[in-house]
């Protein structure tokens, strides 16, 4: 119930809140929802899904979703690992286990099929990516001002760095990930570019994230396999 589980023959090691940016996907969210739960239980993890539905016809503000995720996940439980994960990707190998590095943020999705299991350039942060309490604080969150596809991921990876911090990644054997319904053709006709950067990261990081983040709560939601949480 509400996508929440604890092992029930052990105390668990590790507590990891699951918070996915959502709107109108449904067949990305079975899919993900019927891989993810038997993974994270696997690895003997207390967890909670979290969906955050952002409303309206509007462009879709992936960034902003997860800083009012975090928000909200935080008053439930004390949770050792924020994993940020998006929809439409399946991790490959249950050795890539759900918890934070203890040191710093770690990009978990480091071999993507969509790119040939690689790095589509050394400074992404997208996909999966886990961030302990502390850390996601340290670097004020995300930008609230990313509306519309891409970008965002480079603002969060220059953040880490003016931070204080740096990025380890989960070893390409291990961070193996598949994205659904990735159509190859439409892949060599359009090669995938990096999103241009839209803002002055080094100025906006200390200004615009979780210490300005406004919203409106519209409902919080227990479904059989998740937390709904729906923003305006």
């Known amino acids: ?42 690895q003997q ?26 928000r909200e996940a935080m008053k439930d439980e004390e949770w ?7 929809v439409d990707v399946v991790p490959e190998n249950d050795y890539n286990l759900y918890i934070c590095d203890e040191y710093y943020p770690k990009h978990m999705a480091s071999a993507m099929d969509k790119f040939q299991y690689t790095l589509p350039y050394k400074s992404y942060f997208g996909g999966v990516s886990a961030l302990t309490p502390e850390h996601y604080m340290k670097m004020n969150g995300f930008p609230n001002t990313y509306w519309g596809d891409g970008g965002e991921n480079d603002d969060i990876a220059t953040r880490i760095h003016l931070a204080g911090m740096k990025i380890v990644r989960t070893s390409p054997h291990l961070g193996r990930y598949r994205v659904m319904d990735y159509n190859e ?38 479904h059989p396999l998740y937390t709904k949480i729906t923003v305006d």
């Open 80 to 86: 050792d690992c924020l994993v940020l994960h998006d």
């Open 185 to 222: 053709e439409t892949e060599i006709q359009e090669p995938w570019r990096r999103p241009p950067s839209r803002h002055n990261t080094r100025k906006t990081w200390k200004a615009d994230g979780m210490n300005t983040l406004q919203f409106r709560l519209l409902s919080r939601t227990k």
């Open 1 to 42: 119930p509400g996508g929440h589980y604890r092992p029930p023959h052990c105390f668990a090691r590790y507590k990891s809140a699951i918070l996915v940016a959502y709107r109108n996907q449904e067949k990305y969210l079975r899919h993900l929802l019927y891989y993810i739960h038997p993974f994270l239980q696997r």
């Open 45 to 70: 993890l207390s967890y909670t899904v979290y969906l955050i539905q952002q409303v309206g016809t509007g462009s879709f503000n992936r960034a902003k979703l997860l800083n009012v995720g975090v």
